[in-house]
C-alpha cells in the first residue's frame, strides 16, 4: 500500500503541475480575445458609424449591448459554473461568442450588430466569470503569484496591440474582420480548454437564482436605457424618469431577493469585507473613467482631427505601450507589495493622467494628448493585476467562482453605465453649446441639426449642404462645442479616478485576504493513496 501511493504521488503532482500551467494557457487566450475584442471595436467606432449610418446613441449600444449582457450574466454564468463545472461553462462561453463573433462581422444594420453584440456578451459572461475561478483553484503559492501576473500582463498585451490591429484591419480590410479575427483565437482556447483543462467545482453551490437574475438584469437594463435616451431627450423626459425610477425599485428588490435567498448568487455577506468592496470599487472606477472615456477620445481623434482607424490605433499606443510595461512590472510586485499600495496610487496616477488629457483646444494637435496617455497607461498596468488577485483573494477557492463573477460584473456595470451617462452629459454639451454659439446668427435656426451631426461624425456632410459664407462659423463652433464637451467629461472622468484612490487606499486591507491552500483534488479522497496524493 505504501509502495503504491509513493509511486502514484510524483505522477499525480506532475499531471497536476502540467495541467495548472495548460490551464493558465487556456484562461489567457480567451481573456485576450475578450479584452482585444473591446479595445479593437472602439478604433471601429467612427468605421461603422459611416457605413451603418449610425447616431451617437447607436454606438453607444454597439459597447453596451455587449457591456450589458455580459454584466446581466456574470454573476447567473459564476454560479453554473460553481454548480456544473468551471472548465465546461468557460467552453460553452467560448463557442457561444465565436458564434456571436461572427454574427457581428455579418450585420447588415447597426440594430443586428447590437443584437450581435449582445449574444457575443452572452458567451463572454460564461469566460469572464470562470477565467479568475479556473486560476484560483489550480494554482496556490508562489505560483499563485505568477499566474495572476501572467494575467495581468494579459490585459496588457491586448490594451496595446488592440488598437493598432483594429486599426489594420478596419483601414486595411473592413471593421467587420475586427470580429472575424475572433475566432482562430476562440478555437485555439477552444482546444486546449477541452483537451487540458481540469475541471473544478463548488461542492457547496445550489440551484442558479433566475429571480435574482431577472431583477438584476431588467434593473441593469432599465438604468443604462435612461441614461442613454437621456442624451437625447434631456433628463427630465418623462421616459429617462421612469427608467431610472424603475432600475432603483428593481435594484432594490433584487437586494430583497438576495438577503431572503438560501442560495444568491450575490452573497451579501462577502460586502462584510472591506477589501472586497475596494475591490468592487476599483472595478467600477477604472471602467467608468478611463476606458469609458476611451470611445470619445477615439471619436475625436478620427472625427475632429482626421486621422484613419490605423492612425488612430498607433496613437494610443502611448496608452496601450505604457499600460503593458506597467502591467509586466506589477504582476512581479503582486507578491511582494501589498495590493492597496498599487491600487490607490494607481488611481491617483489615472487622475493625473485624465488632467494631462483635459484642456483639450480647437486648436490642439493630437501631441496634446501624449503625456496623459502615458500616464494613464501607466496607472492601468498598475491597477489591473492586483485588482485581478483581490477578485478571489478574499474567499476560499470553492468560492471564487461567484466573487469573480461579481467583480466582473462590476467592471461591465461601470464601462455600460460609464459610457451612457458620459455620453448623455457629451450629447448635452455639444447641443447647447452650438446652441449657444449659433445664437444670433443666420445659421440659428440649424443648431440641433448641426448637434446631431457633429455627436453622429456627419458634420461634414452638413457643411457641403450649407452656404460657403456660413462653413467656416459653422466648423468653428462644431470643434469648439466638441472639445468643451471632451474636457468636461474628462474632468468628470478624474474625479472619478481620484475618488477610487481615496476609497481603495481606505477600504484594501492585507489582513481579509485568506490564506490559499493546496487546490483540490479531481476525486475525493476515499483512499489512503488519493489523500496521499492530495497532500
Known sequence: MTTGTHAAEPTHHAAAGDTKWWTLAAVCTGVFMLLLDITIVNVALPDIQRELDATLS???????????????????????????????????????????????????????LSVARAFQGIGGAAMFATALALLASAFTGKDRGVAFGAFGATTGVAVAIGPVLGGVLTSGLSWRWIFFVNIPICLVALAITLLKVRESADPRAGRPDWLGFLTFSIALGALVYGLIEAGKEGWGATRVV??????????????????????????????????????????????????????????????????????????????????????????????????????????????????????????????HLIPGLTVAGVAIGMINPPLASTAVGVVTPERSGMASGVNSTFRQVGIATGIAALGSIFANEVADG???????????????????????????????????????????????????????????????????????????????????????????????????SST
Open 58 to 112: 447607436d454606438l453607444q449600444w454597439v459597447i453596451d449591448a455587449y457591456a450589458l449582457s455580459l454584466a446581466a450574466l456574470l454573476l447567473t454564468a459564476g454560479s453554473l459554473a460553481d454548480l456544473y463545472g468551471r472548465r465546461r461553462v468557460f467552453a460553452i462561453g467560448t463557442v457561444l461568442f465565436t458564434v456571436g463573433s461572427v454574427a457581428c462581422g455579418a450585420a447588415q444594420d447597426i440594430t443586428l
Open 242 to 367: 421612469a427608467c431610472l425610477a424603475a432600475a432603483v425599485v428593481l435594484l432594490v428588490a433584487f437586494v430583497v431577493v438576495q438577503v431572503r435567498r438560501r442560495d444568491p448568487m450575490f452573497d451579501l455577506t462577502l460586502l462584510r469585507k472591506p477589501t472586497f468592496v475596494g475591490g468592487l470599487v476599483a472595478a467600477f472606477a477604472i471602467s467608468a473613467s478611463i476606458f469609458s472615456l476611451l470611445t470619445y477620445l477615439v471619436i475625436y481623434v478620427q472625427n475632429v482631427l482626421g486621422y484613419s482607424a490605423v492612425g488612430t490605433g498607433v496613437r494610443f499606443l502611448f496608452l496601450s505601450g505604457a499600460s503593458f510595461v506597467a502591467a509586466v512590472i506589477a504582476g512581479r510586485l503582486t507578491s511582494h507589495v501589498p495590493t492597496r499600495w498599487l491600487i490607490g496610487p494607481g488611481f491617483l496616477v489615472l487622475g493625473v493622467g485624465l488632467l494631462l488629457i483635459h484642456g483639450i483646444e480647437p486648436g490642439s494637435s493630437w501631441t
Open 434 to 532: 452650438i446652441r449657444s454659439g449659433l445664437a444670433g446668427t443666420p445659421a440659428a435656426g440649424q443648431a440641433e441639426q448641426v448637434a446631431d451631426a457633429v455627436t453622429g461624425g456627419q458634420l461634414a456632410r452638413v457643411l457641403e449642404a450649407a452656404p460657403a459664407q456660413a462653413r467656416a462659423q459653422l466648423s468653428d463652433v462644431a470643434t469648439a462645442s466638441f472639445v468643451d464637451a471632451l474636457n468636461h467629461i474628462t474632468l468628470i472622468s478624474a474625479v472619478i479616478a481620484f475618488a477610487a484612490a481615496a476609497l481603495t487606499l481606505v477600504l484594501i486591507r492585507q489582513r481579509d485576504f485568506v490564506p490559499q491552500g493546496p487546490p483540490p483534488t479531481p476525486a475525493p479522497p476515499a483512499t489512503d493513496q488519493d489523500q496521499g
